[in-house]
């Protein structure tokens, strides 16, 4: 079946440092990868996706691209922030968008402190 | 815009009890999906439900079932509860029975069997 595999928290880092959180997945046909955000208290938030290979999804300084060849969607900042401290989860979908029908699947999540 | 609201916000049962869960979706808003958090498994999908009919289920024993009401409101029951089933039980809600990029989630409910 498919699966997402992340890399196992937490990660800390100081203010400014450079994030990089990998996820590798395996998938039966051609997914979609996302990273969603957790933050304390809160359900999740979408963060940013790329729908096929080699496209980067992108918002809030955070980027991750779609390597079909590695089967990889690691995510990067450059400079973190005391307010990125979250949980991060890798995640993808095989099959059809709005009246399709999809399992989706989730890393384990990765849990980030980012100190002052 | 109303977010996804979930109730309870945190429930305590005890092993062989039954709980329903709660929750309501963003205005206009067709499709509910429910999941579950553990620090075990992570977050695993349950089921999702798209005008009032169950669209997709993810490998979760019958004793957790869900129902969509007209108003795309949705609740889930989990019975016979075990003390496996404390989770942190997510709900999510989208326009059109869509995927990941489309769902919009509640803070969840805090589900502790005893």
């Known amino acids: 079946g498919d699966s997402v595999t992340q890399m196992e928290g937490p990660v800390t880092l100081s203010e400014e440092a450079f994030l990089t959180i990998n996820c590798t997945y395996t998938a039966t046909g051609y997914p979609s990868l996302f990273w969603y955000v957790q933050y304390p208290g809160e359900g999740l938030q979408l963060l940013l996706k790329?729908?096929?290979?080699?496209d980067k999804g992108s918002n809030k300084g955070f980027e991750a691209t779609y390597r079909k060849e590695t089967t990889s969607f690691h995510l990067e900042k450059g400079s973190v922030q005391v307010s990125d401290s979250a949980v991060y989860f890798c995640?993808?979908?095989?099959?059809?968008?709005?009246?399709?029908?999809?399992?989706?699947?989730f890393g384990r999540g990765t849990s980030l402190i980012v100190h002052p | 815009k109303a977010g996804v609201t979930q109730t309870p916000r945190y429930l305590i049962k005890t092993r062989g009890q039954q709980v329903t869960l709660s929750c309501s979706p963003i205005s206009g808003h067709r499709s509910v999906s429910w999941y579950q958090q553990t620090p075990g498994q992570g977050l695993q999908f349950l089921f999702e439900?798209?005008?009032?009919?169950?669209?997709n289920k993810g490998n979760f024993p019958g004793r957790f079932s869900g129902r969509q009401f007209s108003n795309s409101r949705s609740e889930m029951n989990v019975s016979t509860l075990e003390l496996g089933d404390s989770a942190l039980y997510l709900c999510?809600?989208?326009?059109?029975?869509?995927?990941?990029?489309?769902?919009?989630f509640g803070p969840g409910t805090r589900l502790t069997v005893l």
């Open positions: 790329a729908t096929k290979a080699d």
């Open positions: 999510a809600s989208s326009l059109g029975a869509g995927g990941l990029d489309e769902q919009f």
């Open positions: 995640a993808l979908r095989v099959g059809g968008s709005s009246g399709g029908s999809y399992i989706p699947t």
């Open positions: 439900y798209f005008s009032e009919t169950q669209r």
